[in-house]
T-cell receptor, first 115, second 113 residues
């Protein structure tokens, strides 16, 4: 079974500041995927990024970037120059191949961006 | 918007009653997954339907059941409602496989009194 720890329950930042969300996961699988999803107040979960466990290259996509370190089982996510629209709950989730898209969500990080 | 629609958006039931929640998947998607999200928690996988067959189930009792129709829309049924069933129920559609890229609806908020 997979487990996710997102220790920061709520994070408040002032608009234009950067915010980094920490994610530590547990899995017995050697090959897996990692995801970040965003849940705005409207309720629907929005796919943000996906990472394969065999590819530790860190990337930037617009204002989003991520730092994946397999050795420490961490998959951190950063929003640069935060905006009020970034206020949401962010979930980190691992997925096992052939796992029927059964994402194992953590409790999430509540991000509040103050104008 | 994801193209996934759920109904009803909110409903209130009492203990022991039964409820049916509905989901229309995004056009072209043949797989529907259901998740339960209690307040302050992450979503928990209930089950998945692929081409009208159950294709994986989480740790939920049999009183949680589902259906998928030929047009790939889906229903989640919960019998003998309990107070702990109060939650946001999320439907997600995808096109088979294990891409993990799910398209979620806005959910049905169920309150059990």
């Amino acid at each position: 079974a997979q487990k996710v720890t997102q220790a920061q329950t709520e994070i408040s930042v002032v608009e234009k500041e950067d915010v980094t969300l920490d994610c530590v996961y547990e899995t017995r699988d050697t090959t897996y995927y990692l995801f970040w999803y965003k849940q705005p107040p409207s309720g629907e979960l929005v796919f943000l990024i996906r990472r394969n466990s065999f590819d530790e290259q860190n990337e930037i996509s617009g204002r989003y970037s991520w730092n994946f370190q397999k050795s420490t089982s961490s998959f951190n996510f950063t929003i640069t120059a935060s905006q009020v629209v970034d206020s949401a709950v962010y979930f980190c989730a691992p997925l096992t191949p052939y796992g029927n898209n059964r994402l194992a969500f953590g409790k999430g990080n509540q991000v509040v961006v103050i104008p | 918007e994801t193209g996934v629609t759920q109904s009803p958006t909110h409903l209130i039931k009492t203990r022991g009653q039964q409820v049916t929640l509905r989901c229309s998947s995004q056009s072209g998607h043949n797989t529907v997954s259901w998740y339960q999200q209690a307040l302050g928690q992450g979503p928990q996988f209930i089950f998945q339907y692929y081409r009208e067959e159950e294709n994986g189930r989480g740790n939920f009792p049999p009183r949680f059941s589902g259906l998928q129709f030929p047009n790939y829309s889906s229903e989640l049924n919960v019998n003998a409602l309990e107070l702990d069933d109060s939650a946001l129920y999320l439907c997600a559609s995808s096109f088979g496989g294990d891409s993990g890229e799910l398209f979620f609806g806005e959910g049905s908020r169920l309150t059990v009194l």
